[in-house]
């Protein structure tokens, strides 16, 4: 199985842990609006039963029972209605006549006090809290109407208490908690599993170049054996160039993990020299065509030698993505004074544009045999040690791919 593979297996169970995450929030969702519904139900019963007592308690003003000398007596059961409608703390509750003058009021939260001795004195301020709260109050779908008698109708208006509205509120902030704690899990776990990447792309980097170091080095000392013992100096000059260039990729290796010496660098010339190794070693059926900035002197930041290795390895991609035949565009260009732009075009087989960014992923690679790790490598050069940003541009399958690399332009200022 390679890095490919191993990746999206990876993605497959993370999609179904998300998947199941999902599900089980919103089974709890649904269960905690069953529970809301229910507490509703219940509330709008007791608000019936408060309105009955209403209702009852009104005829009784309006026929008082009396007795056989015609005295006014009260019915046994008149505390037990009265302890029905006093016994209600927490549901807000406001009754009112047809001319929504109002009668009674309770649980709501006035902004004066009231005056103990005689509650249905409101003041100013109370009666206009209570007007505008009963204009809301009529939006609502909690009312009932208390027919007292054939000319009388009072309304009943009454809010969801504190625990109701808790309660309906409760499962999305427990959700927003949940997914405020997933999302620091994640990052958390995202910044481990980074720093584990680069714990094994820095022992990786640098034990390849201490492996290399010495081979190396034992091939600059036959080189020079051969030289002095009068070998053709054209088949030494070719050997030195092929030992230099493991040199260079050794020292490439030696400074993945720390930030690398960057020297002020004109960025044509830093392009021609990137480009003079692939450029001769690329098939004859692939055209290579460079256009470089207008300005001569735009300068950058640049480790020369990791810069090399970006542009290798975007023209080496190309002329894979193209099979070894096709045309590879490369300009350069400023964009004002703040960064400059190289334009990696191809003619090559294109990319998805959903695979734009999972391009850059360690693993990804469409060939049979590959480590994935190329553009990777490109992605962590340009964005970490440069502080620039590389992206595909543009891409259309079949028809070819632009890679888009910006780089800050050094300002006189700033040398």
């Not at 490109?378 to 028809?399: C, L």
Request: hydrophobic share 40%; glycine share 6%; aromatic share 8%.
């Amino acid at each position: 199985m390679n890095l490919r593979n191993v990746y999206d297996s990876r993605r497959i169970w993370k999609l179904m842990l998300l998947l199941v995450s999902l599900i089980l929030v919103a089974g709890f969702i649904w269960i905690s609006n069953n529970l809301v519904k229910d507490l509703a139900k219940q509330e709008r019963d007791r608000m019936e039963i408060w309105a009955d007592a209403t209702k009852e308690l009104a005829s009784m003003s309006n026929e008082p029972a009396t007795d056989a000398d015609g005295n006014i007596t009260m019915p046994t059961d008149i505390d037990f209605l009265f302890s029905i409608i006093e016994r209600n703390h927490n549901i807000p509750v406001l009754l009112v006549d047809d001319k929504d003058q109002i009668l009674q009021y309770r649980n709501f939260k006035l902004p004066e006090p009231i005056d103990s001795l005689n509650p249905l004195a409101l003041s100013k301020a109370n009666e206009q809290y209570l007007k505008e709260k009963l204009i809301s109050l009529k939006k609502s779908p909690n009312k009932i109407d208390i027919k007292i008698d054939s000319d009388t109708t009072q309304h009943l208006y009454y809010e969801d208490s504190d625990v109701l509205r808790r309660l309906a509120y409760y499962p999305y902030i427990q959700l927003a908690v949940l997914l405020l704690f997933l999302a620091i899990a994640y990052f958390a776990l995202i910044s481990v599993k980074k720093a584990e990447q680069n714990k094994v792309w820095v022992g990786l980097s640098k034990e390849t170049a201490h492996q290399l170091g010495t081979p190396i080095s034992s091939l600059m000392a036959w080189t020079q054996l051969l030289d002095s013992m009068g070998v053709d100096k054209s088949i030494v000059a070719d050997m030195d160039k092929d030992v230099n260039r493991l040199s260079k990729i050794a020292d490439r290796f030696s400074k993945i993990g720390s930030m690398p010496d960057k020297e002020l660098a004109f960025i044509n010339e830093a392009v021609e020299t990137s480009l003079e190794y692939m450029s001769k070693r690329i098939p004859k059926r692939v055209t290579l065509t460079i256009h470089l900035a207008n300005e001569e002197n735009c300068g950058v930041m640049l480790c020369q030698s990791l810069f090399e290795w970006v542009m290798e390895n975007l023209t080496k991609n190309a002329v894979d993505a193209m099979g070894g035949e096709g045309k590879i565009d490369i300009s350069v260009r400023s964009r004002g004074q703040q960064n400059v732009t190289i334009l990696v075009a191809d003619t090559g087989k294109g990319i998805p544009r959903k695979n734009f960014k999972t391009v850059f992923n360690p693993g990804y690679t469409t060939k049979k045999r590959g480590w994935g790790l190329g553009l990777t490598l490109v992605k962590r050069i340009i964005e970490e040690y440069h502080d620039g940003k590389i992206f595909v541009k543009e891409s259309e399958v079949g028809k070819g791919t632009t890679f888009c690399i910006e780089i800050p332009i050094v300002n006189g200022n700033d040398k």
